[in-house]
C-alpha cells in the first residue's frame, strides 16, 4: 500500500508542479495550453456581488484536505456447524466441583461467527488540481482508513482443564478424541474433593482407567498395569480458555480526473462533469488467538487484499449562495477487483500427544495458504458536503461520503474452518463504508 500512496504522491507533486510552473506550463501541459497564473490572494476577502450577472465560480488552482471518519460494515457472519452434532460439552456446574462427565451436545453457533462489530477509523483526503475556461484536473487521494476492532471471549482464569470457548471446526471422527481427567478419588491427593487426580478416568466404569491401568481394589484408583482401555476416549470440542479475534480494514485510493464545468445557471447552480480512473485499495485482515484449552496455543490470520482498478466518472452539482455553498456528487467506478487472499496460523503449538484432556493424536500443526482471485468490483460513491466561504479563495467544508462496493473479499470468509489444517475458501460480498469528513478548501 505503501507503494501505491507514494505513486499517487509523486503524480500529484508532478501535476502540481506542471501546473504551477509558469515558465513549463505552456509547453509541458498534457492537455492543452492553460493560461492561468496562480493566485496567492488566499485572504482577499470574500466579495458578494449583488449587482450584475452571478460571479462565476472559482478558477485556477485548487486544494483541499479533509479528515475522515468512516466506518465500514461488518462482514456477513457464516452458519458453519450451525445444529450439527459434534463432540462433547463439558462444565463444572456441581457445587461440590465433580466434574460432569462428556455427553454428545447439540452445537448450535461457533466462535468463528463472531467478527467485532465495525468501529470507525480516521483517515484523510486530500485533493489538488485545477480549473481554467471551465475545464481542469483533479487528483484525489484517501489515505488509510483504519478500523481495528478487537472482542474477547472467555475468561482468562478458567476452573475447566478443557476448555470453555468452543470454536467450530470440520474435523473427521476421532481426530480430536483423548482420554480426560475431570474427577478422582475423594482421597486423591493431586485433585482436591474428587477433582482431577492425573489418572485418565473410567469413562465407561469396567474398573480400568484409559492408559493408565486397573482398579484392583475398588479405591478408585488405578494400581495394576493393565492393557490401554480405548472405551474410555471421549471426542474433544476444539475449545480455548481465552480467545481474541480482532477484524481491521485499511481503506487507501487515488483517482485522477479530467474535469468539465457546465456554464453555471442564472440561480447560482453548476455542474462539474469529471471522467478519468480511480484506484481502491481495501485490506481486510481477521485474526484469531486462543490460549489454553484442548487446543491451545493456537492463531490464525485470514487476509483479503482487494485492489479495485477501473475507469471513473462523476458528476457533481453545486449551488452557490453568498458564503454558503451546497454540493452534491456522485462517482462510480466500472472496478476490476485483483484480489490477493492468505491464511495462515498454527494449530495446538502446547498439545503434547497422548497428554490427558487433549487429543491423543493431534500434533502441533502450521499453515499457510495463499490464492488470487478475480472479480468484477463496481464501485459507487456519493458526497453531500456545504462549504463555507471565510475569505474570497478559502472556505471551512463539511460533508457526509458513502462508499458501496460491490464483490469484496473480506479477512474473516477467506478462512475454512477444518482440522488439522484450516483451508482457504473464496468469496465476496458487497460492502458499505460511510461517515463524515470536514477540512478546508483552497479556492476549489
Ligand atoms: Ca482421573
Ligand atoms: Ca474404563
Ligand atoms: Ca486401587
Known sequence: MLKTQTHAWQLAVVIWLLATSSAGAQQLQPFGPVDIEPTFDLFAPFEINTFGPRPEPNEGFF?????????????????????????AIHHFQDPQNIAVFPQPNQLDDGIDLHVPEAAAGWGNRFELGYVADRSGWIVGVI??????????????????????????????????????????????????????????????????????????????????????????????????DSFVTTNQTIINGVEVMKLYRFRPLDNGTFFDFGFGA???????????SGIGGTLGDSNWTGEAENRIIGPQVSLRWLNQRKRWRL???????????????????EIGSQLEPGALNRPLFFNPTTFRREQTDDQFSPVAELRLETAYAVTKRVALRVGWTGVFVGRVARGSRVIGYSLPEPTLVTGTEPIFTNGVNFGIEINR
Open 63 to 87: 486544494a483541499v484536505y479533509e479528515r475522515l471518519n468512516w466506518a465500514t460494515t461488518t462482514p456477513r457472519k457464516r452458519s458453519i456447524g450451525a445444529g450439527r452434532t459434534i463432540g
Open 143 to 240: 489515505n488509510s482508513v483504519r478500523q481495528p476492532q478487537s472482542q474477547l471471549f472467555g475468561l482468562a482464569e478458567t476452573t475447566s482443564p478443557i476448555g470453555t470457548v468452543a470454536v467450530t471446526f470440520d474435523h473427521a471422527p476421532g481426530l480430536l478424541d483423548g482420554f480426560v481427567d475431570l474427577r478422582g478419588p475423594e482421597s486423591s491427593t493431586v485433585g482436591a474433593n474428587g477433582g482431577p487426580d492425573q489418572f485418565a478416568d473410567d469413562v465407561d466404569g469396567d474398573g480400568f482407567f484409559g492408559p493408565d491401568g486397573q482398579d484392583t481394589d475398588g479405591d478408585g484408583v488405578p494400581d495394576a498395569v493393565a492393557p490401554t482401555d480405548f472405551d474410555d476416549l471421549v471426542s474433544f470440542l476444539p475449545t480455548f
Open 278 to 288: 480511480r484506484l481502491l485499495s481495501i485490506d481486510d485482515t481477521f485474526q484469531a
Open 327 to 345: 454540493s452534491a456528487e456522485g462517482r462510480f467506478v466500472a472496478g476490476y477487483n485483483i484480489q490477493n487472499l492468505k491464511v495462515h496460523g
